[in-house]
Structures are given as C-alpha cells and as structure tokens.
C-alpha cells in the first residue's frame, strides 16, 4: 500500500504523522451539537455557535495564506497549533453561548491557520508531478486519525465531554511539538520569487489566465488570476456539498432518534474506507487528467448526501456513507494540488490561503444556510439542493479541464 508514496520526502512523511496525531484528537468539532445540548443550548442559539465555527474558517485560511508567505510555513503551523488549543479549553469553560461563540470562532480560525501553511510547505517540498501523492497521502493522515477518533469520540463522549477537550488539546501541543523539532523551513528568497514569476509570465502569455503580483504579499495575485477566480468558486460548491457530511449528518441522526456513538460510528465507516482504498485508488487514477476524475468524484459525494434523505436506520446512513465516501477517495489530493499548480513559487502560501478561504466559506454556508434550509424548508429541500449543485459544478469544472491542463502543464515543465 504505502508503495504509493515511496518516494515522496522525509518532510512529507513528518507532516503526515504530525497530523494523524492532529486528528486522532478531532474529537469537539464532530460531536459539537452533542456537547451544545448538553450544555443546554438548543435550537436557533445552536446555530449561533456553529456559525462562529464557520466564520473562523473564513479568517483563518485568509491570514494563515499572507502569514506563510510572509514569516514561513512553520512558524504559522505552530501559531495556529498552539492558539486552536487554547481555544478549546476556552470553549469548554466558557459559561454562556456567546462566549461559547466565540471560543468557537477562535478555535476555526487559529487552526484554518495550519492548512494554507502545510500545503504551501508540501508544495514546496516536492514537484509538481508528485503533489496530488503528496496531498493524497495528508489526506489519508487525515482519515486514518479519523477512523480512531471515530470510534474513540463515541465512547468518550458517553464517559464526559471533557474528555474530548482534553484529547484534542494534547494531540494539536503534540503537533506543534513534532513541527518545532522534525520540521525546517523550506528556502525561499528573491531569487527562487524572481523564477517563479518568470515562470508565471510564460504561462500568462500562453494562456491569458497567468498572474502577477510584483513581488508583493496581498491577494491581489490571486484575484488578478482569471482560471483560479472561476476554478475556485466551483470547488467551493463541492466542497460545500461534502460539508454537509459533516453538519446535516448529525442532525439527521439526531433526528431519527439515534445516539452520538451512531455518528461516531459512521465517521468511523468513512475513514476506514479511505484508509483502505486511497493508496490503491491513488496509484490506479494518478495517471488520468485530474479535473475529470474530481468531477466524477464530485458527483459521487453529491450523490451519497442525497441519499442521506432516504435513511432512516443505521442501514441506510451506512450505505449513503459508502457512496460519498468512495467519491472522496477518487478526488483525494486534486483540488489541492491543481491549486498548487496555478500558483507562482513566492505566491503559494497565498494561493493555498484562498483554496482554504473557499473551503472556509463552504463550511460556513454548511453551518448556516446548510442548517437554516434543513430545519427552516425541511430536510428534503436540502437533500436535492445538495444534489443539483454537485451535478451543475461538476459540469461546469469539466467545461475548464482544457485551460487547467494547459497552466499544469507549464507547472510540470518549470
């Protein structure tokens, strides 16, 4: 299996340990709702909480994108790693919901702070032939400790929410160890900056969709790059769609009258398949152009969250599992690096930052409207919304491939 992502560095390898560590403590933020109506908050005060939690997702990737390109990757890993956990303790102790609110904001956004830099860092650390490996193989980090967390968050959370602050604060100061001891920051400088944004320009002028920044630390090299300002808002409508797995999933269970662990359990059925399928789908579909095989992934989890309506047993949550799940592990590692791909070498921090803006802003839209069209129209209405979406951005995200693989291609040659 792990032949896969044999040759990938030592460095990559450190940041896939570091966070299967990370997330065997991702306990809060799944059984959230669990621990909110333990706490006696209910209904429309609910959604105040998870939409902080949504908000901080929006601020984060934001200031973690300028802060790796401007002070390094690691020094913002470890700002985010230590503030996210300082976070936690706050939302546990916090005595109201809206100090539980914003506690909640805090832990997002101090822990959206780590994606933009570690992918930034894996970019770095390998070509851009290798990349989709590499963010495959931190996405399988990712369900790995998940699988574990899955069934380990079920049975602590039956024992006393405490448990689950206090598992993740000591796997997000874990982390952060294993980043301020096995890590070191990737050169950079003016001549690698000057490179890359030769290297841009030739792919400006090929395809009309390059861009530039001067050498500056803003986002407007991303806003001046036409391909990512319409590739990235299709992503983010997938990635709103699989959010949902991750909001409206447990409201549903809640509402067939299921328990906490039942969630845990089918957080459980994803990651393992994940951690079972991904090295050999990777390996099999590593060959193939990359935005087909994201649309028919997409299609897929829009697929398994549509039939999320149709269950009402363990049954059929886990068969709507199963299906989206498979359409995560087809688009593993994709998104991420054709992103990487259309970034400049200084500018990577920042492309990186508002693919995980996008993400942020999907995730909020989960949490709020994800949430208000569930128990304001009903359940249903979500479902088939969640359908249409997937299927219309998929289309659309084929109708690119064309332009994408010319801008990856220059990236393969640089």
Known sequence: ML????????SVWTVFAGTIVNRLGYLVTPFLVFFLASRGVTGTETSYVLGALGAGHLLGP????????????????????????LAQGALFVAPGVWTMAAAALLISA????????????MADAVDAERRQR??????????????AAGVLGGFLAAQGYWLLFAVDVATMLVYAAVVATRLSEPPRGKRAAGAAEAASEVARDVTGDGARDGGGLGYGVVFRDRLALVLLPLLGLQLFVYSLTE??????????????AV??????????LVVVLQPFVTARLAGLPQLPVQCAGSVL????????????????????????SLGEVAIAGIAAAVVANLAPEHARGRYQGAFGWTWGVARFAALTLGVTVYTGLGPAALWWTALAIGLLSAAATLALTGRVALRTAHALAA
């Open 247 to 260: 909001v409206a999933l447990p409201l549903a269970i809640q509402d067939s009258g299921l328990s906490p």
């Open 134 to 147: 590499a963010y495959a193989l931190l996405g399988w980090g990712v369900n790995i400790g998940t699988a």
């Open 263 to 272: 969630y845990g359990a089918m957080a459980a059925v994803n990651a393992i």
């Open 301 to 324: 989890i829009a697929a398994g969250v549509a039939l999320t309506g149709l269950a009402d047993g363990v049954v059929g949550y886990t068969v709507s599992v199963v299906v989206w």
């Open 3 to 10: 032949s896969t992502f044999r040759d990938l560095p030592s």
């Open 110 to 121: 101090a822990g959206a702070l780590v994606g933009p830099a570690s992918y930034a860092f």
């Open 62 to 85: 934001a200031l973690g994108g300028v802060l790796a390109d401007r002070i390094g990757r690691r020094p913002t890993m470890l700002i985010g790693l230590l503030g996210a956990s």
